[in-house]
Protein backbone atom coordinates (compact mmCIF):
# COMPACT_ATOMS: atom_id res chain seq x y z
CA UNK A 1 0.00 0.00 0.00
CA UNK A 2 1.35 3.27 -1.20
CA UNK A 3 -0.72 6.57 0.51
CA UNK A 4 0.27 9.76 -1.84
CA UNK A 5 0.37 13.14 -0.64
CA UNK A 6 0.51 17.03 -2.62
CA UNK A 7 1.44 20.31 -1.07
CA UNK A 8 3.01 22.88 -2.84
CA UNK A 9 -0.46 24.14 -4.76
CA UNK A 10 -1.55 27.71 -4.58
CA UNK A 11 -2.48 30.88 -6.40
CA UNK A 12 0.67 32.04 -8.48
CA UNK A 13 0.91 34.62 -11.06
CA UNK A 14 1.30 34.45 -14.74
CA UNK A 15 4.62 34.05 -15.29
CA UNK A 16 5.40 32.77 -12.07
CA UNK A 17 6.74 29.52 -10.56
CA UNK A 18 5.93 27.00 -8.13
CA UNK A 19 6.89 23.58 -7.06
CA UNK A 20 4.59 21.16 -5.79
CA UNK A 21 5.95 17.94 -3.70
CA UNK A 22 4.32 14.51 -3.30
CA UNK A 23 5.57 12.69 -0.06
CA UNK A 24 4.47 8.85 -0.56
CA UNK A 25 4.08 6.32 2.68
CA UNK A 26 5.53 2.53 2.21
CA UNK A 27 8.95 1.03 1.79
CA UNK A 28 8.49 -0.17 -1.99
CA UNK A 29 8.44 3.48 -3.19
CA UNK A 30 11.16 3.52 -5.09
CA UNK A 31 9.70 0.75 -7.20
CA UNK A 32 7.08 2.81 -8.78
CA UNK A 33 6.89 4.90 -11.88
CA UNK A 34 5.55 8.59 -10.49
CA UNK A 35 3.13 10.65 -12.03
CA UNK A 36 1.71 14.08 -12.22
CA UNK A 37 -2.10 14.54 -13.70
CA UNK A 38 -4.09 17.64 -13.75
CA UNK A 39 -7.52 18.21 -14.04
CA UNK A 40 -9.28 21.26 -15.13
CA UNK A 41 -12.72 22.05 -14.35
CA UNK A 42 -14.98 20.30 -17.01
CA UNK A 43 -12.22 18.78 -18.37
CA UNK A 44 -10.96 15.42 -18.22
CA UNK A 45 -7.83 14.34 -16.37
CA UNK A 46 -4.46 14.67 -18.08
CA UNK A 47 -0.77 13.60 -17.52
CA UNK A 48 1.56 16.38 -17.30
CA UNK A 49 4.72 14.13 -16.77
CA UNK A 50 6.12 10.98 -15.76
CA UNK A 51 9.56 9.67 -14.16
CA UNK A 52 10.91 6.08 -14.17
CA UNK A 53 12.24 4.36 -11.07
CA UNK A 54 15.22 5.42 -10.61
CA UNK A 55 14.81 8.75 -12.07
CA UNK A 56 16.63 8.40 -15.39
CA UNK A 57 13.90 7.96 -18.19
CA UNK A 58 10.87 10.91 -17.93
CA UNK A 59 8.16 11.95 -20.51
CA UNK A 60 6.12 15.35 -20.51
CA UNK A 61 3.04 16.28 -22.25
CA UNK A 62 3.85 18.79 -24.66
CA UNK A 63 1.69 21.50 -23.61
CA UNK A 64 4.88 21.66 -20.64
CA UNK A 65 7.71 20.66 -22.58
CA UNK A 66 10.63 23.34 -21.70
CA UNK A 67 8.66 24.75 -18.48
CA UNK A 68 7.71 21.83 -16.30
CA UNK A 69 10.82 19.53 -14.77
CA UNK A 70 9.80 15.83 -12.78
CA UNK A 71 12.12 15.00 -10.38
CA UNK A 72 12.06 12.57 -7.48
CA UNK A 73 14.32 11.64 -4.28
CA UNK A 74 13.94 7.94 -3.33
CA UNK A 75 16.00 8.77 -0.56
CA UNK A 76 13.09 10.58 0.65
CA UNK A 77 10.39 8.84 -0.98
CA UNK A 78 9.17 12.32 -2.92
CA UNK A 79 8.36 13.33 -6.09
CA UNK A 80 8.69 17.44 -7.34
CA UNK A 81 6.80 19.04 -9.96
CA UNK A 82 8.63 22.95 -10.98
CA UNK A 83 6.29 24.60 -12.90
CA UNK A 84 7.95 27.69 -14.68
CA UNK A 85 6.40 30.19 -16.68
CA UNK A 86 3.37 29.37 -15.87
CA UNK A 87 0.05 30.20 -17.56
CA UNK A 88 -3.56 30.71 -16.97
CA UNK A 89 -4.49 27.46 -18.99
CA UNK A 90 -2.11 25.49 -16.22
CA UNK A 91 -5.02 26.47 -13.52
CA UNK A 92 -5.69 22.86 -12.76
CA UNK A 93 -6.37 20.29 -9.47
CA UNK A 94 -2.72 18.26 -9.85
CA UNK A 95 -2.65 15.24 -8.46
CA UNK A 96 0.32 12.71 -8.26
CA UNK A 97 -0.01 9.14 -8.83
CA UNK A 98 2.25 5.69 -8.69
CA UNK A 99 2.43 3.27 -11.25
CA UNK A 100 4.58 -0.29 -11.17
CA UNK A 101 4.01 -0.64 -14.79
CA UNK A 102 4.56 2.33 -16.03
CA UNK A 103 1.11 2.40 -16.98
CA UNK A 104 -1.97 1.56 -15.38
CA UNK A 105 -1.99 3.87 -12.18
CA UNK A 106 -2.24 1.50 -8.43
CA UNK A 107 -2.80 5.12 -6.55
CA UNK A 108 -3.46 8.72 -6.55
CA UNK A 109 -3.16 11.51 -4.07
CA UNK A 110 -6.03 13.59 -2.92
CA UNK A 111 -4.77 16.02 -5.07
CA UNK A 112 -3.54 20.11 -4.62
CA UNK A 113 -5.19 23.04 -6.57
CA UNK A 114 -3.16 25.09 -8.59
CA UNK A 115 -4.50 28.32 -9.70
CA UNK A 116 -2.77 30.93 -12.49
CA UNK A 117 -3.39 34.60 -12.37
CA UNK A 118 -4.00 36.53 -15.76
Known amino acids: QVQLVESGGGLVQTGGSRRLSCAAS????????MAWFRQAPGKEREVVARISWNGIGTYYADFVKGRFAISRDNAKNTVYLQMNSLKPEDTAVYYCAATHDGVKIDYWGQGTQVTVSS
Open 26 to 33: GRTFSSYF
